[in-house]
Structure formats: structure tokens, C-alpha cells
């Protein structure tokens, strides 16, 4: 009885991390992947908010006129709030990414629970906004969080496209090629804005893969920008 309760609770809390994998996320829970308007595709950005990086993304999107969704980490925010400040006064939307940055090996739903509404609580202090959407830290969605997300209000959403831009040898030709691979209309593309989990100095490969992938995003007839003006509600994944 004991292994079988045990059994459950693992199924529990690890089943939903398999939407990690885009064939399932794609077969099971497709509105995982962030689908929204046809025309659009939703531009986001993880792990921030780092003063060493983020400014530049700022910079960025404002020389191309773009905006996007940047998911943060609590911590980082606390450190940094007038980073957060400044995502919001440039017209970017901040989201939830987790209030530390660790993959959740074992279940542990009320900590899950504390520090996710602990995130969108600083979201709403520091940057006077209400956040809409939670990825959890590495895409691993685990039931604790799944149920943390739902609690706090907040809709799960991971990715159609990535850059795999933490790796010591991306660059932004690589970058940009990740990305495109799976680029479609109504697709949500993953990036990140620091590389405080991925490799030193990584970000810079997606800076520089940002005017490449924008450009073709115009060739293709798609305009870029957050997941709010995406066309998916915050219903339950």
C-alpha cells in the first residue's frame, strides 16, 4: 500500500514535467506551447532581470520597435527592482519564472505554492503590474508547480521555439537558426536575456541573433511582442 501510494504521488508530481519534451507538450497539451494568433509570434525572454545583460535587450527592442514578455526570476527582481521598473516603462510585459532558479527533483507543493504567488507578489510591488503567465525554471512543470501556477492565478505557458542559446558554443548564427527551425505563425519563442544558469556571456549570442530573427519575422509577414497581445487567454492550460 505504502509503494503504492508512494507510486501515485511520483506520477503526481512528475507526470506533467513530460510536456517538456515538444512531442508530448504537442500531443497532450498544446496549449502549452503558447499557441496564439496566426499572425503573430510571442517574443519571451527567461532568467532575468541582470544588469550586466538585460539593459542591452532593452536597447534592443527599442532600436526595432518590438516589445516582448520576460519571465523573471524573485530573486533577481529583488536585487535588481529598477530593472523590473524600467521592462515596464519601456512597454514589455513581466511574467513569473520562479523565485529561485532549481529543478523540482522532489515533490514539495507547499514551497512550490509559496514562492510562486512570493514572485508574482514582488511582480505586483515592484513593478506595478499584474502578471498573467508562470514557465517554470528549465520547462520542467512538475504538479506542485502546475498546481501553484493555477493557485496563483497565473496560466502555464513554455515554448514552440528556442534559441538554445545557454550553451558555451551558441552564437548568434545558431541562435537564430534554433529559432527558426520551428518558427511558425502563432508561435511563443524562447530566449534569455542573462546567463546566470546558462553559459558565461551566452546572452550575447542572443543579442546578436535578435536582428536577424526580427527580420525574418517581418519577411514572413508575422509581427512580434508578448505573450498579452498574443490572442491566448489565461484560462487553465
Known amino acids: 500500500m505504502a509503494a503504492c501510494a508512494l507510486g501515485l504521488v511520483a506520477a503526481w508530481h512528475i507526470g506533467p514535467a513530460a510536456t517538456w519534451l515538444p512531442p508530448v507538450r504537442k500531443a497532450l497539451s498544446p496549449a502549452l506551447d503558447g499557441r496564439g494568433r496566426p499572425g503573430h509570434v510571442a517574443l519571451t525572454f527567461d532568467d532575468g532581470p541582470d544588469p550586466a545583460s538585460t539593459p542591452h535587450f532593452l536597447g534592443a527592442l527599442a532600436d526595432h520597435g518590438v516589445r516582448a514578455t520576460f519571465f523573471v526570476v524573485g530573486t533577481s527582481l529583488e ?3 529598477a530593472l523590473g ?16 532558479h532549481d529543478r ?7 514551497r512550490d505554492a509559496r514562492e510562486v504567488a512570493r514572485t508574482a507578489d514582488a511582480v505586483r510591488r515592484i513593478c506595478g503590474t499584474d502578471p498573467q503567465w508562470y514557465r517554470p525554471p528549465y520547462g520542467i512543470l512538475s504538479g506542485g508547480r502546475l498546481a501553484a501556477a493555477r493557485r496563483a492565478g497565473l496560466r502555464p505557458v513554455l515554448w514552440s521555439s528556442w534559441g538554445r542559446d545557454w550553451t558555451a558554443d551558441a552564437d548568434a548564427r545558431s ?16 530566449l534569455h536575456d542573462a546567463d546566470g544558469w546558462s553559459a558565461p556571456g551566452a546572452w550575447r549570442a542572443t543579442l546578436g541573433a535578435l536582428p536577424g530573427l526580427l527580420a525574418e519575422c517581418r519577411r514572413l509577414g508575422l509581427s512580434a511582442g508578448p505573450l498579452n497581445e498574443h490572442g491566448i487567454g489565461r484560462a487553465d492550460a
Not at 85 to 100: M, N, S, T
Not at 104 to 110: C, D, H, S
Not at 177 to 183: I, K, N, Y
Open 85 to 100: 521598473r524600467a521592462l515596464v516603462a519601456a512597454g514589455h510585459e513581466v511574467a513569473v519564472h520562479g523565485w529561485h
Open 175 to 190: 541562435v537564430e537558426a534554433s529559432v527558426l527551425a520551428d518558427l511558425t505563425g502563432g508561435g511563443t519563442v524562447l
Open 104 to 110: 523540482p527533483w522532489f515533490p514539495a507543493p507547499l
Open 79 to 81: 536585487r535588481h527592482p
